[in-house]
Nanobody, 125 residues
Framework: QVQLVESGGGLVQAGGSLRLSCVAS????????MGWFRQAPGKEREIVAA????????YYADSVTGRFTISRFNAKNSVYLQMNSLKPEDTAIYYC??????????????????WGQGTQVTVSS
């Protein structure tokens, strides 16, 4: 059983930056592809970015490409999401998720096996 704990959310002005962190415990971290999802009020949960277990392959939603960067540090059982040039529409609860890696990073929520509790990101205009 893998436990995931996110941190780093907060309130930031448009154009600002935040760095989210997610620390995993209870499993072999480098077995898992990792993803960041977000859910805004009244909307479905959506993929933001994902990374393979080695970090060699990444995926980004079109809405964040060029602004967000996902990375991982397996020695620290951690995955990160650097968010730059934030926009009000990035406001959401951000979730870290893990899936057993079968050769693809996974872009759908149902593909992921473990979830964190979420961290709120609010971008003011």
């Amino acid at each position: 059983q893998v436990q995931l704990v996110e941190s780093g959310g907060g309130l930031v002005q448009a154009g600002g930056s935040l760095r989210l962190s997610c620390v995993a415990s209870g499993g072999t971290f480098n077995k898992y592809a990792m993803g960041w999802f977000r859910q805004a009020p009244g909307k479905e949960r959506e993929i933001v970015a994902a990374i393979s277990r080695s970090g060699g392959s990444t995926y980004y939603a079109d809405s964040v490409t060029g602004r967000f960067t996902i990375s991982r540090f397996n020695a620290k059982n951690s995955v990160y999401l650097q968010m730059n040039s934030l926009k009000p529409e990035d406001t959401a609860i951000y979730y870290c998720a893990a899936k057993v890696y079968y050769g693809d990073v996974g872009t759908e929520a149902h593909q992921y096996d473990y979830w964190g509790q979420g961290t709120q990101v609010t971008v003011s205009s």
